[in-house]
């Protein structure tokens, strides 16, 4: 325990240093910049910044672009929010209560409570990355191909009731965006699936083109000529007090924040699949976890603060195999490891030890780059409050301009603006046809994952389907799986009546 | 759970989801092929996707449907000019230049909520292709010509 | 793309008989280059690397752009139908030469491209974790023979899996099982949590493995052991003559480009790669560096077509 303080203190030696903490501050206001900006990843931002780490010590250049990387994470919840579209899966979460929450003048409290989520998640990582780094590294590697599909079966079977409404149609969902997720090139033989000629989608189809189209131009069609607009609040429903939550929102959010992190957590030390499910299954978890269930989807606090606390933890904790095995979970961790082989240091098992002031100084970066962030966001909620009064016949064209450009910077493919267009159009007939769409993009999500490793592990046990049951963590999820199903039976038979909020009926 | 007025939507639903569904199962049985029981092929998950998706939707004729209002012929016009300004833009974005797209995605897109007022959507549409320019070309650097005529 | 304005200027002026002035007065505005990939992989890095210093030479900036997809088929078709005027490069891997033969229907030829330069190769590898029952290339035959083995590359189509897969069919004789992930990260995983049994990638990919120690390099697929693993014997010092297999960065034109500005280009790249501090960064990647005149480059990618197409027809692999 001694080491932790003597390490911290190395640690914080290093990140306080002023250049290290100019590059974190540069970093986290480009990632929080960029994030914002609705369909703009993390990759937009650091190639931006590639040339820098060149001429900077390694250290600095590895605080900076963690920077980018964890600030993106706290941006994308921003035009989620407010405008209902999200540019990534985690914001798509975050759009299915932070919206509702925004129309009804709750826009601030929600931006404010997924500034404090997303500090609670991060730092929560932070501790683990800390504390047990080595030992929870192994663990993701224990992970093979049988132990992410049946954890994407057991994810799957929680979450498919992540919407409210008919179960059918919610599962009817999932399965069509399963199906869209299987768009693109096998991963086995290399045979383009439902691609029509078309090479731009042999990578499968851009998510954020998906998310964008299902979610910002369905909704934005649904308030054009509705007479709705966007909200049906004035401007007093802006003013400074109004933006902060309620003792009420603090108690609703402690315990999702809690087990948000966890869950987050535990899913990031998972190499690539990791972040990408974390905000799905912890939304999916508190809805189920609620004595209120109907609540989820118009606004609960509870819908936002879970999954962008996870979002953050497992951004966080996707550092742990990165550092100490040297395996990037995503193109930015990967770009991290090159930045640091470029300056001669080799990432792996040794690092913690034989550049202890790298890794240390790297973790308390995050700490204070964290609370940047949260200094960075609370004061700007106002600001971006304020979007919700531009009348929405300049705000519609704005959104759309912004849905266009980011669906495009992805990879720089008018060809994918135009699937925008295609789920634009689905959106909207799913709307009027009273079919979910956060099902729908859960599916997407998941489709690969299950697909692949599934027909992975079926390669390696040479073609054995017990290897699933034989293998204890896998068999454990396969258990949890058969648990769950179970309970949403039982939920299925009450149909309508368990949707709404009673009390004393918990699930 | 059995609706107790007929809908036509959600007859719509359910034939849209079995069309898919039927589409996908036959492409990946004919198309891409099954593979064998323990070596799945490429065709076998777009396969039993399609047939749960057929199954889903037939039960979704008898579940409870509680559609929104339907569109109205105001929201009808609003959706085909916004899809207008998408294409408009996808297309011209890399031909004409960033500028001429944000210009004719504006014009296009307030087309859908009349009145069209000339005079602050040419505004709207000038300050966006400013902001634009600024955001995507100078900060970001995106490889993208602010104009592009030939 | 970026330069079309000039690009219509400069098609005119060829139009008037002024060619070889384009190329006395070459370059004159920033040149773009294509990267086939996202930001942050292994053709991007070392294009990034290598633009910054061109940059330097030629005294106009050198902006890289990514258009990933489809295993940089993308990229290819966009810089192929550009104009051939220098100011719209390729960069791009060993996939664009095991593309012509592996993709059925391809919008574009080797012919549609020219060849400027390919300054770095990096050798592929197969490697084992040290817990596994055999180390050396001959033991890893002979246990694939009596046991199953899998294998994980970065995926199908990839050099890796073409690679390893004519070696363990066409030229072992033996039965390997490949497994692909979606990148060489997730491959060095599932070799480093004994998912799989043996991983074949190219050395980039794998060098932190090996100088940690995480990893044991079998074989290397280059005429001389790698410096990063200087240890791990070559295919051929095992047995298999001349079985060499590389993964290369390339930067590309499109056809018809004056051939003055190909050799301004080759040159500048060639003087990038000189520089001490560039080499370095590269080699440091696990690259080895190649210096080539347009002449060399073009035969070495009509060679690496030629024998990639081999491969490829002789796995029978065909996407489409």
Not at chain 1, 136 to 143: H, I, P, T
Not at chain 1, 241 to 252: E, G, I, M, N, V
Not at chain 3, 284 to 305: H, K, M
Request: negative net charge; proline residues 6%.
């Amino acid at each position: 325990m001694l080491d932790i303080f003597s390490n911290a203190a190395l640690g914080l030696s290093v990140a306080v240093s002023p250049e290290n903490l100019l590059f974190c501050f540069i970093g986290v206001l480009l990632g929080t910049l960029v994030g914002t900006l609705p369909g703009i990843g993390a990759l937009a931002g650091v190639s931006l910044l590639l040339p820098v780490t060149f001429y900077v010590e390694p250290t600095t250049a590895l605080v900076m672009l963690a920077g980018i990387y964890y600030g993106v994470t706290y941006g994308g919840s921003t035009a989620a929010i407010l405008l209902n579209l999200p540019g990534s899966s985690a914001a798509a979460v975050t759009c299915l209560d932070g919206y509702p929450m925004a129309r009804q003048g709750r826009a601030g409290v929600a931006l404010f409570m997924t500034t404090i989520a997303s500090f609670v998640g991060g730092t929560f990582a932070i501790i683990l990355l800390m504390i047990c780094t080595p030992l929870l590294a192994r663990v993701g590697l224990n992970f093979g191909p049988a132990e992410y599909a049946s954890l994407v079966v057991l994810g799957l079977i929680a979450a498919s009731t992540i919407s409210s409404g008919s179960p059918v149609r919610g599962i009817a969902m999932v399965v069509l965006g399963l199906l869209i997720g299987t768009a693109g090139s096998d991963f086995e033989t290399g045979r383009l699936r439902f691609t029509f000629g078309h090479l731009e989608i042999a990578d499968g189809i851009s998510f954020v083109a998906i998310a964008m189209g299902l979610f910002g131009v369905a909704e934005l069609l649904n308030n054009i000529g509705s007479g709705a607009r966007t909200t049906t609040v004035s401007r007093a429903d802006y003013s400074w007090s109004k933006l902060y939550p309620t003792r009420q929102d603090w108690r609703d959010s402690w315990g999702p924040m809690g087990r948000g992190s966890v869950l987050g957590a535990a899913f990031g030390i998972l190499p690539g699949t990791g972040a990408s499910i974390a905000s799905f299954i912890a939304y999916a978890f508190e809805k189920r976890w609620s004595r209120t269930p109907g609540r989820f989807g118009n606004g609960a606090i509870e819908g936002i603060v879970a999954p962008e606390s996870a979002n953050n933890a497992a951004a966080q904790a996707g550092f742990i195999p990165t550092l100490s095995l040297g395996i990037p979970g995503d193109a930015v961790m990967a770009l991290m490891l090159g930045a640091l082989i470029i300056h001669g240091i080799t990432p792996g098992p040794q690092v913690v030890t034989s550049h202890p002031e790298l890794f240390w100084g790297l973790v308390m970066s995050f700490w204070i780059g964290n609370i940047f962030l949260v200094f960075l966001h609370l004061p700007l909620i106002g600001v971006w409050v304020r979007i919700l009064l531009v009348p929405y016949k300049y705000l519609y064209p704005s959104m759309l301009f912004f849905i266009c450009i980011g669906v495009y910077s992805v990879s720089n493919s008018s060809f994918d603006i135009l699937l925008v267009l295609l789920f634009g159009v689905l959106g909207f007939a799913m709307l009027k046809l009273d079919l979910p769409a956060a099902p729908l993009l859960l599916g997407v999500v998941l489709s690969p994952i299950l697909e692949n490793n599934l027909r992975r592990a079926m390669l390696i046990s040479g073609g054995d389907p017990l290897t699933f049951v034989e293998r204890p963590i896998s068999a454990g999820f396969l258990l949890a799986a058969v648990v769950v199903l179970v309970f949403s039976l039982n939920l299925f038979k009450r149909g309508k009546g368990s949707q709404q909020a009673v009390p004393a009926d918990p699930d | 759970m059995i609706t107790r007025h007929f809908e036509p939507r959600q007859l719509i639903a359910s034939a849209a989801l079995c069309a898919t569904g039927g589409a996908a199962a036959y492409l990946g049985m004919y198309r891409y092929g099954l593979g064998e029981l323990f070596h799945l092929g490429a065709g076998a998950f777009p396969f039993l996707l399609g047939l749960l998706l057929v199954a889903l939707g037939l039960l979704n004729l008898i579940s409870a449907f509680d559609p929104p209002p339907a569109p109205t012929r105001h929201q009808w016009f609003g959706a085909l000019a916004v899809f207008a300004s998408i294409a408009v833009f996808a297309l011209s974005l890399e031909t004409l230049g960033l500028v001429p797209a944000v210009i004719l995605l504006t014009l296009t897109s307030r087309l859908a909520e009349p009145p069209f007022e000339p005079v602050g959507t040419l505004t709207l549409a000038a300050g966006l292709s400013v902001l634009a320019y600024i955001v995507f070309v100078f900060g970001l650097r995106m490889p993208l010509e602010a104009f592009n005529w030939p | 793309m970026k330069t079309k304005l000039i690009t219509v200027a400069a098609g005119a002026a060829a139009v008037l008989g002024a060619g070889a002035a384009q190329a006395q007065t070459y370059p004159e505005s920033p040149i773009s280059v294509v990267v086939g990939y996202s930001a942050g992989g292994f053709a991007d890095t070392v294009t990034r690397i290598i633009a910054e210093q061109i940059s330097k030479t030629l005294g106009q900036p050198v902006v890289v752009e990514n258009q990933p997809g489809a295993a940089s088929n993308i990229a290819a078709l966009t810089v192929s139908q550009a104009d051939a005027d220098g100011y719209t490069i390729l960069a791009t891997t060993t996939s664009v030469a095991i593309n012509q033969t592996l993709y059925g229907a391809l919008e574009y030829g080797m012919d549609d491209l020219t060849a400027v330069a390919v300054p770095v190769a990096a050798p592929e590898v197969l490697a084992v974790h040290p817990d596994f029952p055999a180390q050396s290339l001959e033991a890893f035959l002979d246990y694939a023979r009596e046991n199953t083995v899998t294998y994980a590359t970065a995926g199908v189509g990839s050099g890796s899996h073409i690679a390893a897969g004519y070696f363990f069919s066409e030229l072992a004789g033996v039965r390997a099982i490949h497994v692909p992930f979606g990148g060489g990260a997730p491959a060095v995983g599932a070799v480093l949590g004994q998912q799989v049994g043996a991983t074949a990638i190219t050395i980039p990919g794998i060098a932190s493995q090996f100088q940690a120690g995480g990893l044991n390099c079998v074989a290397v697929a280059a005429p001389q052991p790698s410096a990063i693993a200087p240890d791990c014997p070559t295919y051929s010092a095992s047995g298999f003559e001349d079985f060499v297999a590389q993964s290369w960065v390339g930067f590309f034109v499109p056809a018809g480009t004056d051939a003055e500005i190909v050799a301004l280009l080759n040159t500048a790249v060639n003087e990038a790669i000189a520089d001490p501090a560039v080499a370095e960064r590269l080699e440091g990647l696990g690259n080895a560096i190649q210096t080539l005149d347009p002449e060399q480059t073009t035969a070495f990618v009509s060679d690496e077509v030629a024998s990639w197409g081999e491969r490829v027809e002789a796995l029978g692999l065909r996407i489409d």
